[in-house]
């Protein structure tokens, strides 16, 4: 086991639902890391009967803060599908609150061969050993997190947004399906790019698009995947971003999109 398996622990309630504790150790800027969120409500509808199939698509919508230290309750519920896909919905409430605080879709699917392409390839980087380490300090969770950075240097007084960074969760955990739904999160916030330091920032929602394979997903290991960030438009308050997650072979692991809110 490791820090972040356990972390993600459920402890079955009754049928499709389950209880889960929010570890402070994985806390974020104004309660719990989103991307920790993310994974835990994905490993809820894998870890339960009859979720066949792996994970295709993700989208989270975060409603309310999730205090760090509190127990929480999910529900999974399956909103049907065909021999190929299955939907399902999961939602997160806090111990004591009347309020939902976050809701999630997911597609499970089965892959099977196909006709292939690739429109993108990934871009030349050095490897991530001959680069210097960094956490970040954004709360407790990027403690867990080793990234290395490519390009740029730095996160602020920037004239573009992109941003090319290796990343892992560094307890050793194997890539999977819901460590891919940590990890797309944990880049710094657009916003960030364009201004002299932090500020105040927020997922509003999150979709992760997975590609590979559970079998492509088990040759990378617990080694470094290659972010490629970019914001898209920085606005009114919002600021949208999509990534690419390449494995250290080249190939396109999965796709996010974020809404972020900043102030």
């Given amino acids: 086991m490791t820090a972040l398996n356990d972390s993600l622990a459920l402890e079955t309630l009754g049928p499709n ?59 999974r519920q399956s909103l049907g599908g065909s021999r190929s896909l299955a939907h399902w919905r999961c939602d997160l409430s806090v ?17 099977r061969d196909s006709q292939g392409f690739v429109e993108s390839a990934m871009p030349e980087v050095p490897a991530p050993e001959g680069l210097e380490t960094y956490h970040g ?40 399906t819901v460590q891919l739904a940590y990890l797309c999160d944990i880049g710094a916030p657009r916003v960030y790019f364009i201004s002299d330091g932090r500020r105040p920032s927020s997922t509003i929602t999150l979709s992760l698009y997975i590609h590979a394979t559970d079998a492509e997903l088990r040759t990378c290991g617990d080694d470094f995947i290659l972010s490629d960030t970019i914001g898209t438009r920085i606005e009114h308050s919002t600021v949208g971003e999509k990534s690419s997650l390449w494995s250290r072979s080249g190939k396109l692991l999965a796709t996010s999109e974020q809404l972020c809110w900043f102030r």
């Fill in 17 to 75: 639902l389950y209880r889960g504790h929010a570890d402070p150790a994985y806390l974020g800027p104004s309660g719990m890391f989103g991307g920790w969120i993310a994974a835990l409500m994905l490993k809820a509808v894998l870890d339960g009967p009859s979720a066949e199939s792996s994970a295709s698509a993700l989208t989270v919508n975060f409603l309310n803060p999730v205090p760090a230290g509190s127990s929480l309750t999910l529900r």
């Fill in 95 to 111: 111990e004591g609150s009347d309020d939902l605080a976050v809701a999630a879709t997911i597609v499970l699917a089965k892959r």
């Fill in 137 to 176: 300090s954004a709360g407790p969770f990027s403690e867990h997190n080793d990234q290395r950075r490519v390009a740029p240097d730095t996160p602020f007084n920037q004239n573009s947004t992109r941003s090319l960074t290796w990343q892992r969760e560094d307890s050793g955990r194997p890539l999977d």
